[in-house]
């Protein structure tokens, strides 16, 4: 079993909150691995990146790949597809991810491809997540 703990942050209408976050690492394309912290969120279908550390990651922005990914708010975010190998502590599988051409987005931990490889217990009250690998 894995453990990530809730991250505590300041809320833009004041406040504390409580979140939970993911250290996730992906394979760069130089095959170099790159940890971020992505908020682990239920309600999103697939992983999303912002502009910069997709740039990390070694993406080049190709114009005929570029397509619009629609969220709470229905607001389009341009995005390319990408398809990344990620690591959650010693499990290594491959994520559709969505690279966000734009910054002024958070990086998320979707569903897909995650969700069909772990279980995950969200437990707030202890401030924890638990992933539980399916076999």
Do not use: C
């Not at 809730?6 to 394309?29: L, M, W």
């Not at 997709?54 to 629609?70: A, M, N, R, S």
């Amino acid at each position: 079993m894995i453990i990530f703990k809730y991250r505590k942050e300041e809320s833009r209408r004041g406040g504390t909150v409580y979140r939970p976050v993911a250290d996730i690492e992906f394979k760069a394309e130089n095959s170099e691995w790159i940890e971020d912290h992505l908020y682990i969120d239920s309600g999103a279908d697939i992983t999303l990146v912002p502009l910069s550390f997709g740039k990390l990651l070694g993406f080049d922005i190709v114009e005929d790949e570029i397509e619009e990914l629609y969220g709470v708010g229905g607001r389009g975010v341009p995005v390319i597809f990408k398809q990344v190998d990620v690591k959650i502590e010693n499990y290594e599988f491959k994520v559709k991810v969505a690279w966000a051409l734009i910054e002024e987005v958070p990086p998320l931990l979707g569903r897909r491809d995650i969700f069909d490889n772990f279980h995950i217990k969200f437990k707030q009250d202890e401030g924890i997540i638990e992933f539980v690998k399916i076999n």
